[in-house]
């Protein structure tokens, strides 16, 4: 078996701008794990690190043992078939899909890749975040509760069906699960307050919380150390995210460390019911969906204040602080001041401050290395 796995990025990681501005592709959460952590349960023996862009690679590092290595593009979820090919791969071997590397053994460019003839869940781009969404968990669930005795909730709480896991630490009290559309994950000292009304598939990662009198529809994922409340619907936050009062959030990704101002709200449906077409930081276009809902997508380190109004496919890349009356266009770019009425720059050393604070709250620093990647993308106008 393999030593080592070394993630790489492929076509895709341009097209998942602007989350993967501030990391690799496998670092995005899709169900309840990251695409990386859906790999490494699969070889949970071998050392693990990240072939990446340079302004990226001294946060996720290369691993020091090569002697034997798999190189995966983790865009490409796992599943059962795949992950047995992968294993048999000799030295030298890879599969594709389409043309385009999924594995590799002790090269990332096989002469004579074998094609991979399966079906398999990729993300390519960020709505596919919560359009794969019920697929992921569904896989991730079976996976992590195989074998496994799930602890007691409290009999204050009402559960319609028997599709729930509950992890030590967790607390509970007077609240709605129904998981007759989906299971209901709810991992190690996350809390679930009174009045919250809650439907499969959820996952509610470490730490987190759902706030009093909540509703969320599924498939939904809140990733650690994570604040909800409102009303949610098929919307995926990566992390350390705060959308805690009342307002909407539907078919939408929040990145880490963003924060929705109370009563804010964002359309997920045209009012003609055509397609939602969305802005492409990287082809500088807007480009098709596919999809009838698409809401917002919000990179890491930006925040709207109260009231905020976000139009159907929006995008809003890193560190933009949003305010103000009205709809903001629907593309933001990265460290941007303002609102419906205009924008101006962000300074970057108001940005460090208030990310530093907000950091802090949660026991994190923003250091040298998180420094260096905000400034790679201020100063690449990403």
Same mark, same amino acid.
């Given at each position: 078996m393999f030593s080592t796995i070394i993630f790489i990025e492929g076509n895709e990681v341009e097209q998942l701008y602007p989350l993967t501005l501030t990391r690799p592709t496998g670092e995005l959460r899709c169900g309840i794990r990251t695409l990386k952590e859906k790999w490494t349960g699969l070889f949970p023996d071998a050392f693990v690190g990240y072939q990446t862009r340079p302004h990226l690679q001294k946060k996720f590092v290369l691993p020091k043992d090569q002697n034997d290595v798999a190189y995966i593009n983790p865009s490409f979820m796992p599943n059962d078939a795949l992950a047995e090919k992968i294993r048999r791969l000799r030295d030298g071997e890879g599969i594709t899909v389409n043309g385009e590397l999924v594995a590799a053994r002790n090269t990332s460019s096989p002469a004579k890749p074998e094609e991979f003839d399966g079906e398999l869940l990729r993300v390519q781009h960020p709505w596919d975040l919560f359009r794969l969404n019920g697929e992921a968990m569904e896989y991730d669930f079976t996976v992590l509760t195989r074998g496994r005795k799930s602890a007691n909730l409290s009999d204050t709480n009402t559960v319609i069906g028997d599709r729930i896991f509950v992890e030590e630490g967790v607390k509970a009290e007077c609240a709605v699960f129904n998981t007759s559309s989906g299971p209901i994950y709810l991992d190690k000292d996350s809390e679930v307050m009174e009045g919250s009304v809650l439907r499969g598939g959820l996952y509610l990662g470490e730490h987190s919380t759902i706030k009093m009198g909540t509703k969320i529809y599924g498939p939904t994922t809140i990733g650690p150390h994570s604040k909800v409340g409102g009303e949610v619907n098929n =919307?995926?936050?990566? /992390?350390?995210? *705060?959308?805690?009062? #009342?307002?909407?959030? /539907? *078919? =939408?990704v929040l990145g880490e460390w963003c924060n929705i101002g109370a009563d804010s709200n964002n359309s997920n449906l045209k009012n003609n019911y055509e397609e939602v077409r969305i802005w492409s930081m990287s082809k500088g276009t807007f480009v098709k969906t596919g999809l009838q809902f698409c809401g917002l997508i919000m990179g890491d380190h930006s925040k709207c204040g109260i009231n905020t109004m976000f139009n159907t496919g929006t995008v809003v890349g890193v560190s933009a602080n949003i305010f103000g009356s009205g709809f903001p266009r629907n593309y933001i770019p990265s460290f941007s001041w303002g609102g419906a009425a205009g924008f101006t720059e962000y300074k970057i050393d108001k940005a460090f401050k208030t990310a530093a604070l907000v950091? %802090?709250?949660? /026991?994190?620093?923003?250091?040298?290395? %998180?420094?260096?990647?905000? #400034?790679?993308v201020k100063e690449n106008g990403m």
């Open positions: =919307s995926v936050i990566q /992390g350390y995210s *705060n959308k805690g009062h #009342e307002g909407f959030l /539907g *078919n =939408s950091m %802090e709250r949660r /026991g994190m620093v923003l250091d040298d290395i %998180e420094q260096d990647i905000l #400034e790679w």
